[in-house]
């Protein structure tokens, strides 16, 4: 069945680096645009960024750009987001999700807590 | 990109119906008809329940439908039953990027 799978989360210090990645099975990957959605804790849901089909378009929200790099390996079936200088309000779940003007299905989530 | 406005919370009984509100601008919903529509249940990854405004996945009860009128788009929940009670969230296109709405929980009364 299609499935998204995230991982990599975990506690990170204000200003350093880490890398999430989503693997996908159960459909061609290559042929799909892949969301990054996050949701801080008790919160709403709040897009972060869009890769096309073949990683050649990407979008960001204001509040990542410049500091959050998303792209993806079609030959691995696998997305990642590189955040780089992440700020406690960074702080959220983030989830992978498929698709470009709908998103279906999202993964299980990867916690990400950015604190010293 | 200011997230869309959705009343924090409805309710109804069971066999009731409830309509959820999801306001935008000229920007996005008064735009484009990439209006979706995801139900969460706690602890739980959000699920596509509308898309395209008023469309509905394989799977979906028809119990679940969406409309949209100028630059608010509306979900509505026929026939309510326990397994609705969750959160609500709508998203909108919005040409380079995209914005959720803050989200509505449904009580099943």
């Known amino acids: 069945q299609v499935q998204l799978v995230e991982s990599g989360g975990g506690v990170v210090q204000p200003g350093k680096s880490l890398r999430l990645s989503c693997a996908a099975s159960?459909?061609?990957?290559?042929?799909?645009?892949i969301h990054w959605v996050r949701q801080a804790p008790g919160k709403g849901l709040e897009w972060v960024a869009l890769i096309s089909y073949d990683g050649t378009k990407t979008y960001y929200a204001e509040s990542v750009k410049g500091r959050f790099t998303i792209s993806r390996d079609n030959s691995k079936s696998t997305l990642y987001l590189q955040m780089n200088s992440p700020r406690p309000d960074d702080t959220a779940v983030y989830y992978c999700?498929?698709?470009?003007?709908?998103?279906?299905?999202w993964g299980q989530g990867t916690l990400v807590t950015v604190s010293s | 990109q200011s997230a869309l406005t959705q009343p924090r919370s409805v309710s109804g009984s069971p066999g009731q119906s409830v309509t959820i509100s999801c306001t935008g601008t000229n920007s996005d919903i008064g735009i484009y008809n990439y209006v979706s529509w995801y139900q969460q249940h706690p602890g739980k990854a959000p699920k596509l329940i509308i898309y395209?405004?008023?469309q509905r996945p394989s799977g979906v009860p028809d119990r679940f439908s969406g409309s949209k009128s100028g630059s608010t788009a509306s979900l509505t929940i026929s026939r309510l039953q326990a397994e609705d009670e969750a959160d609500y969230f709508c998203?909108?296109?919005?040409?380079?990027?995209?914005?959720f709405g803050t989200g509505t929980w449904v009580t099943v009364l």
């Open positions: 999700a498929r698709g470009y003007n709908w998103l279906d299905p």
């Open positions: 998203c909108s296109f919005a040409g380079t990027s995209y914005v």
């Open positions: 159960g459909f061609t990957f290559s042929n799909y645009g």
């Open positions: 395209d405004v008023s």
